[in-house]
Structures are given as C-alpha cells and as structure tokens.
C-alpha cells in the first residue's frame, strides 16, 4: 500500500531554512505528481507546492520554497529558505489523486 514519511522538521528561527524530505513507496513514483500540504494549528490544510512536468506553488512561498524529487530514491523534497514565523505547521506529502497521508513533520518558525 502507499506509504509516505515524512521527515527534515524542526525549530528554526525567523529567516533561516530547512529541507524536508518525503519517503514514498507502494506505488510507481516517477511520473506521479507528487504535492506538499501544510497544516497551521486552527487552520484548514494548504497546499504549498507540487510537482509533476511543472512545479507550482502557493502565492506565500513562492520564491522562498522550491520541491524537488529524486526518483531513484522515490523520495521528494522542499527546500525552505527565508522562513517566516507563519510557516509554522505540520507539513505532509501526498501523491496525486490518492487519499493517504503520511504522519507529518512538524516546522516551527520561532525566535
């Protein structure tokens, strides 16, 4: 079955960066688009970038966040830079059109 872990979470402060990284298995990964999500505490989840031919993402991190994937380790990733304390959240991996979730890595923004 579709598996998906996610990790590369922290506490960093205002201004710096993190990579997050997304482990998926059970499924073919390369040609899948694959998406980050977040999720604040109170708030609906987001989408924040995906990627497939194109990369696309959410107005708020545009120019600060870029995705990319490595399909031999079928593994996907966000670099984070410039980050803003309301970047704080959970964030998770999802494949396209598939409802699994993974468990999430926690990114908090605080100085």
């Known amino acids: 079955q579709v598996q998906l872990v996610e990790s590369g979470g922290g506490l960093v402060q205002p201004g710096g960066s993190l990579r997050l990284s997304c482990a998926a298995s059970g499924f073919t990964f390369s040609g899948t688009i694959m998406s980050w999500y977040r999720q604040a505490p109170g708030k609906e989840r987001e989408l924040v970038a995906s990627?497939?031919?194109?990369?696309n993402y959410a107005d708020s991190v545009k120019g600060r966040f870029t995705i990319s994937r490595d399909n031999a380790k079928k593994t996907v990733y966000l670099q984070m830079n410039s980050l803003k304390p309301e970047d704080t959240a959970v964030y998770y991996c999802?494949?396209?059109?598939?409802?699994?979730w993974g468990q999430g890595t926690q990114v908090t923004v605080s100085s």
């Open positions: 990627i497939g031919v194109t990369t």
């Open positions: 999802k494949r396209y059109s598939d409802p699994t």
